[in-house]
């Protein structure tokens, strides 16, 4: 086998990231590093050029696609409860349900990848932000295969089109579903609900008649601010 | 003389064979599949969506039902992810406990696997041999957390509590009344969890032969598996293969020795590869998991029963506190009331985890934004593409081998459509 029997994980990643520097960073790309993880955010318009050299690549070789998936950013960082201001004026019981969300901003939309190299035991994530207004990005049905049913599923719960895409239908949702139900816009209660109706004989769509409600409202506070000194 | 020509015809959902509410279109060439068309999505429920909503610790009783036959290993991945983001790490026992629970999971999965696999191509004798010793392993599942099958048993920082030092026992009842037979079976059930471990363990090689003399040589076991849905290594890569479906077409990846995690570092287990990427080698490379699996529990009892010590962590932001100390300490009950109504927020960031669940990579990818809850969660199922193949696998075979590649696969729905 390779190297990658003696050497530790973190000495790899730090040769793909070096790597990945020399080979895509006159293409626009960045490296976010976190956690043990390296993210490569690459614009969308190369992304199978990039898609292609990290998988055929000597230094890279990503045989796999493990995961895709779209993410919708437009709520990020929304809280639905005040909490720095609390200990001074105290907490209000009411919960913030609505929260103003981000709809139009240009990083609404995002696809994310992740690749495994089974020959070099190498973990990478790839981002690819897409554009609000018309979500479409290229397809990587042609470099992994797996991709195929994972951009459809991308499609059907968040709208993101898939250009080249070979049979881009929903998957997940109900025929004849309406929306994209992961997207933050999209109640969790959805839209409409189905009952049988005895007098129609059949089963019936209506707006659902579920009232939305927050169980535990969703707070955000400054990380780690219970722990140890350094990072305060 | 009638014109012959294709036609399509609809398997599922509700069919016995299709585990669960898979909807197949097929079209037919005669008796050939000439494409299969897989319609998923019949037991969506959004569980990454509910998870959004849901401060992390409360999330952890959907994991247990994506995977409704491995449930443990899918805790194992949410948890992992989590910790991850916190930067902590559970307490050694309670990595052992880890890893002998996923193992346990393990062997009731593949015990699942090959029961129903058997049943679909004609052996009936297998599924009730196999059920039999799930019960056991199940027992042993309500011994810890109280639930047979939807553990939540595997929580943030470690496991909920300890082993029990009593295994329950059988109780005369309406149908069970002869003393002798309830002694018989108790027998194995007078000590502890681990006693009754060990006993398993000691038993369980040689009913794994009982299972390989009905099957292995089987003449009509041979004829419906080897052979069918052949996949080369290059391909099954390609395809997005994990787990036994990528092992059984000869690469040897296994997430727990590549890239350890748990206790897996620290035991001594083999991982089988098939050659010929066929149903026939991906039974005996699950079969072989078993027996794996089995050397792995024995292990993990020896570890546990001579290192005693915490299983969870001490920090109670994020672990919730005695319950002694709840009733008697303020700060306990400050600690336990915050933790279980708002919970606790993690660092911005994002992670993905993984682990070698016995349908292959189970992962877990939690964007983070700073609060209670995941900002988005998305679950990496193994069944998700090993389906997605079946178009190509089912291509110029016959109907009946449909329904061996289904069990071929270990298909569950509660994964795939998450």
Same mark, same amino acid.
């Given at each position: 086998?390779? +190297?990658?029997?003696?050497?530790?994980? +973190?000495?790899?990643?730090?040769?793909?990231?070096?790597?990945?520097? /020399?080979?895509?960073?006159?293409?626009?790309?960045? /490296?976010?590093?976190?956690?043990?993880?390296?993210?490569?955010?690459?614009?969308?318009?190369?992304?199978? +050029?990039?898609?292609?050299?990290?998988?055929?690549?000597?230094?890279?070789?990503?045989?796999?696609?493990?995961?895709?998936?779209?993410?919708?950013?437009?709520?990020?960082?929304?809280?639905?409860?005040?909490?720095?201001?609390?200990?001074?004026?105290?907490?209000?019981?009411?919960?913030?349900?609505?929260?103003?969300?981000?709809?139009?901003?240009?990083?609404?939309?995002?696809?994310?990848?992740?690749?495994?190299?089974?020959?070099?035991?190498?973990?990478?994530?790839?981002?690819?932000?897409?554009?609000?207004?018309?979500?479409? /990005?290229?397809?990587?049905?042609?470099?992994?295969?797996?991709?195929?049913?994972?951009?459809?599923?991308?499609?059907?719960?968040?709208?993101?089109?898939?250009?080249?895409?070979?049979?881009?239908?929903?998957?997940?949702?109900?025929?004849?579903?309406?929306?994209?139900?992961?997207?933050?816009?999209?109640?969790?209660?959805?839209?409409?609900?189905?009952?049988?109706?005895?007098?129609?004989?059949?089963?019936?769509?209506?707006?659902?008649?579920?009232?939305?409600?927050?169980?535990?409202?969703?707070?955000?506070?400054?990380?780690?601010?219970?722990?140890?000194?350094?990072?305060? | 003389?009638?014109?012959? =020509?294709?036609?399509?015809?609809?398997?599922?959902? $509700?069919?016995?064979?299709?585990?669960?509410?898979?909807?197949?279109? &097929?079209?037919?060439?005669?008796?050939?599949?000439?494409?299969?068309?897989?319609?998923?999505?019949?037991?969506?429920?959004?569980?990454?969506?509910?998870?959004?909503?849901?401060?992390?610790?409360?999330?952890? #009783?959907?994991?247990?039902?994506?995977?409704?036959?491995?449930? !443990?290993?899918?805790?194992?991945?949410?948890?992992?992810?989590?910790?991850?983001?916190?930067?902590?790490?559970?307490?050694?026992?309670?990595?052992?406990?880890?890893? !002998?629970?996923?193992?346990?999971?393990?062997?009731?999965?593949?015990?699942? *696997?090959?029961?129903?696999?058997?049943?679909?191509?004609?052996?009936?004798?297998?599924?009730?041999?196999?059920?039999?010793?799930?019960?056991?392993?199940?027992?042993?599942?309500?011994?810890?957390?109280?639930?047979?099958?939807?553990?939540?048993?595997?929580?943030?920082?470690?496991?909920?509590?300890?082993? #029990?030092?009593?295994?329950? =026992?059988?109780?005369?009842?309406?149908?069970?009344?002869?003393?002798?037979? &309830?002694?018989?079976?108790?027998?194995?059930?007078?000590?502890? &969890? &681990?006693?009754?471990?060990?006993?398993?363990?000691?038993?369980?090689?040689?009913?794994?032969?009982?299972?390989?003399?009905?099957?292995?040589?089987?003449?009509? *076991?041979? $004829?419906?598996?080897?052979?069918?849905?052949?996949?080369?290594?290059?391909?099954?890569?390609?395809?997005?293969?994990?787990?036994?479906?990528?092992?059984?077409?000869?690469?040897? *990846?296994?997430?727990?020795?590549? $890239?350890?995690?748990?206790?897996?570092?620290?035991?001594?287990?083999?991982?089988?590869?098939?050659?010929? %990427?066929?149903?026939?080698?991906?039974?005996?490379?699950?079969?072989?998991?078993?027996? $794996?699996?089995?050397?792995?529990?024995?292990?993990?009892?020896? *570890?546990?029963?001579?290192?005693?010590?915490?299983?969870?962590?001490?920090?109670?932001?994020?672990?919730?506190?005695?319950?002694?100390?709840?009733?008697?300490?303020?700060? %306990?009950?400050?600690?336990?009331?915050?933790?279980?109504?708002?919970?606790?927020?993690?660092?911005?960031?994002?992670?993905?985890?993984?682990?070698?669940?016995?349908?292959?990579?189970?992962?877990?990818?939690?964007?983070?934004?700073?609060?209670?809850?995941?900002?988005?969660?998305?679950?990496?199922?193994?069944?998700?593409?090993?389906? !997605?193949?079946?178009?190509?696998?089912?291509?110029?075979?016959?109907?009946?081998?449909?329904?061996?590649?289904?069990?071929?696969?270990?298909?569950?729905?509660?994964?795939?459509?998450?």
């Amino acid at each position: 086998m390779n +190297d990658s029997a003696t050497t530790t994980s +973190d000495e790899r990643l730090a040769e793909l990231v070096e790597a990945l520097i /020399i080979a895509f960073g006159p293409k626009g790309c960045r /490296i976010e590093q976190g956690l043990g993880e390296a993210t490569l955010v690459v614009p969308r318009e190369h992304l199978v +050029d990039v898609a292609t050299e990290l998988r055929d690549g000597e230094a890279f070789g990503f045989e796999q696609l493990i995961d895709l998936c779209g993410v919708d950013y437009s709520a990020y960082g929304q809280a639905e409860w005040e909490t720095s201001r609390a200990s001074s004026t105290g907490f209000g019981r009411g919960v913030e349900r609505d929260a103003e969300l981000d709809l139009t901003g240009s990083e609404r939309f995002a696809v994310v990848y992740h690749l495994l190299s089974v020959g070099r035991n190498l973990r990478l994530r790839l981002r690819a932000h897409v554009d609000t207004e018309q979500p479409m /990005i290229d397809s990587v049905v042609s470099v992994w295969p797996v991709a195929d049913w994972f951009e459809r599923e991308a499609f059907d719960l968040f709208g993101i089109l898939f250009d080249g895409h070979p049979d881009l239908r929903r998957i997940l949702t109900d025929y004849g579903f309406v929306g994209h139900p992961f997207r933050k816009d999209f109640p969790l209660s959805g839209h409409v609900e189905m009952r049988y109706d005895p007098e129609l004989a059949r089963v019936v769509y209506e707006p659902v008649k579920i009232e939305p409600r927050t169980l535990v409202p969703r707070v955000i506070r400054k990380a780690g601010r219970h722990q140890n000194v350094e990072s305060n | 003389m009638p014109e012959i =020509r294709n036609y399509t015809l609809n398997f599922g959902p $509700q069919h016995p064979s299709a585990h669960g509410v898979l909807r197949l279109v &097929l079209e037919m060439d005669g008796e050939v599949i000439e494409r299969s068309d897989p319609h998923i999505g019949l037991l969506h429920r959004g569980t990454e969506k509910l998870a959004e909503t849901k401060p992390y610790n409360q999330s952890i #009783p959907y994991m247990d039902r994506l995977d409704y036959v491995s449930m !443990m290993q899918n805790e194992h991945a949410y948890v992992r992810a989590v910790e991850k983001l916190l930067g902590i790490e559970a307490p050694i026992r309670a990595q052992y406990i880890r890893t !002998m629970f996923d193992e346990i999971t393990r062997i009731l999965n593949h015990m699942m *696997w090959l029961g129903t696999h058997a049943l679909d191509i004609g052996a009936m004798t297998v599924f009730l041999y196999c059920f039999r010793e799930r019960e056991d392993l199940m027992d042993c599942y309500e011994a810890v957390s109280g639930a047979r099958m939807h553990a939540a048993y595997y929580r943030v920082g470690g496991v909920y509590r300890d082993l #029990p030092d009593e295994m329950p =026992r059988f109780k005369p009842s309406n149908l069970q009344r002869d003393k002798a037979e &309830l002694d018989r079976l108790n027998e194995n059930r007078q000590g502890s &969890l &681990l006693d009754f471990l060990e006993d398993f363990t000691n038993r369980f090689p040689g009913l794994v032969d009982e299972y390989e003399t009905l099957l292995t040589d089987n003449r009509i *076991w041979k $004829q419906r598996t080897v052979g069918i849905g052949v996949v080369s290594p290059e391909r099954a890569k390609a395809l997005g293969f994990s787990g036994p479906m990528l092992r059984g077409s000869g690469v040897a *990846w296994d997430l727990r020795k590549k $890239q350890p995690y748990a206790a897996y570092d620290k035991v001594d287990f083999d991982i089988p590869v098939g050659q010929n %990427g066929d149903c026939y080698d991906r039974y005996l490379v699950r079969i072989e998991e078993i027996r $794996q699996s089995n050397r792995i529990i024995r292990q993990c009892v020896d *570890w546990l029963r001579d290192n005693p010590g915490p299983v969870i962590i001490e920090d109670h932001k994020i672990a919730p506190p005695k319950r002694a100390a709840m009733k008697s300490d303020m700060e %306990g009950l400050i600690h336990h009331f915050k933790l279980f109504s708002e919970g606790y927020c993690t660092p911005p960031g994002e992670v993905y985890s993984a682990v070698e669940a016995s349908k292959g990579e189970f992962g877990v990818y939690i964007i983070s934004d700073g609060a209670n809850k995941p900002y988005r969660l998305k679950l990496r199922a193994p069944g998700f593409p090993h389906l !997605m193949a079946m178009d190509e696998m089912a291509k110029g075979h016959m109907l009946a081998d449909v329904v061996a590649l289904i069990g071929t696969m270990d298909i569950v729905f509660g994964e795939i459509d998450r």
